[in-house]
């Protein structure tokens, strides 16, 4: 089955530690997405990337990081610089083609918590 | 990046039609309407998405206001399942140009819809 896997479903994070989240898609998509999702709220982007080894800030990119180094994932880091890490994660992926838009396929989600 | 008003609530009762309201006062002229739902701890899912024209598909009914400010989205008959939070989103479409923005989408806080047996 074609998709996208986020894994762990639930993550904890100790005070100064970093963790790295993971995102693997089979969809053959080039562009994918963190978005992170506060409770009773909607999604902010955090990063995106439009193809391998090139990504792009988003919103709320301050204390994240991410690398692109294959197509069909786009890992996480949230790093300690990131004081409020408690949140739900969602990683999405589309096609991307030059001036059309693309639908975006999202994954499960992780959600992290600090301990 | 257009900012995008819904409800922050509605109910329904099944079988009957549900018309959920968005406000996109700023969208400009290549900036798509996309609509996505999301259920409780999932992932949101495409629903539905247009630029001017009224659009249809399975699962619902887009409708555009001819000034494109704002839009509508139409189950035409709900059901138990249709149960969710709805995100009205806008999309930069149209020329990429280098634009870092390009394909971004930007969620609101959404309506959530709760049906009534």
């Known amino acids: 089955d074609g998709g996208i896997t986020q894994s762990p479903k639930y993550l904890f994070r100790k005070e100064g530690q970093n963790v790295t989240l993971s995102c693997e898609q089979n969809l053959n998509h080039d562009a994918m997405y963190w978005y992170r999702q506060d409770p009773g709220q909607g999604l902010r982007l955090i990063y995106y990337?439009?193809?391998?080894?090139?990504?792009q800030k988003g919103d709320i990119a301050e204390g994240y990081s991410v690398s692109r180094e294959k197509k069909e994932s786009f890992p996480l880091t949230v790093t300690s610089a990131q004081k409020n890490p408690t949140a739900f994660y969602l990683c999405?992926?589309?096609?991307?083609?030059?001036?059309?838009?693309?639908?975006?396929?999202f994954g499960p989600g992780t959600r992290l918590l600090v301990l | 990046d257009a900012k995008t008003t819904q409800p922050n609530s509605m109910e329904s009762n099944e079988e009957e039609p549900v018309h959920l309201p968005c406000n996109h006062s700023?969208?400009?002229?290549?900036?798509?309407i996309h609509w996505y739902r999301q259920l409780p701890s999932q992932g949101p899912e495409y629903v539905i998405h247009g630029l001017t024209s009224n659009v249809n598909n399975r699962m619902a009914s887009l409708a555009i206001a001819e000034d494109r400010k704002s839009s509508t989205l139409i189950l035409h008959r709900a059901t138990l399942r249709d149960a969710a939070v709805y995100y009205c989103?806008?999309?930069?479409?149209?020329?990429?140009?280098?634009?870092?923005?390009?394909?971004?989408?930007?969620f609101g806080q959404g309506t959530i819809l709760t049906v009534h047996p």
């Open positions: 990337s439009q193809i391998v080894n090139d990504f």
């Open positions: 999405a992926s589309s096609p991307w083609t030059s001036g059309a838009l693309e639908t975006q396929y």
């Open positions: 700023t969208i400009s002229g290549t900036d798509y």
């Open positions: 989103t806008s999309q930069r479409g149209g020329d990429n140009a280098g634009g870092t923005s390009y394909g971004k989408l930007t």
